[in-house]
């Protein structure tokens, strides 16, 4: 992942200092930029789903395979609806994962 798109999602996420996309509009109407904010989109999609199922007091399990090019395939079982999601991520998108709020602890060292 580039440099740049990484920092822009860690700032999107970080509630200390957040990036306003109205106020950096210009930054976000780059390739780089829209790629950010998709990342973004998608990372905060997952962390809702993992953050529903621990408030319901189940175990949202994560199944990981990596394929030759190096995508993390992520499964997330969900007890509550009997389902599952799956996703396809990069590792460092991963690592963006692994860093958000209540992630590492729902998913309990599986990532």
């Known amino acids: 992942m580039d440099p740049f798109v990484?920092?822009?999602v860690e700032r999107l996420h970080d509630p200390a200092r957040p990036l306003s996309r109205?106020?950096?509009f210009h930054t976000f109407d780059t390739p780089e930029g829209?790629?950010?904010?998709?990342v973004s989109r998608r990372l905060k999609s997952l962390h809702q789903d993992i953050l529903a199922c621990v408030r319901e007091g189940?175990?949202?399990?994560?199944?990981?395979?990596?394929?030759p090019a190096g995508e993390h395939r992520i499964?997330?079982?969900f007890e509550r609806i009997a389902g599952r999601r799956v996703s396809h991520l990069k590792k460092a998108?991963?690592?963006l994962?692994?860093?958000l709020p209540?992630?590492?602890e729902a998913l309990k060292g599986d990532l």
């Open 102 to 104: 209540g992630v590492s």
């Open 93 to 95: 998108e991963l690592e």
């Open 6 to 8: 990484r920092r822009l």
């Open 34 to 38: 829209r790629l950010a904010l998709k």
């Open 22 to 24: 109205n106020r950096h």
């Open 75 to 77: 499964e997330l079982h």
């Open 58 to 67: 189940r175990r949202a399990r994560l199944f990981r395979h990596v394929d």
């Open 97 to 99: 994962l692994a860093q």
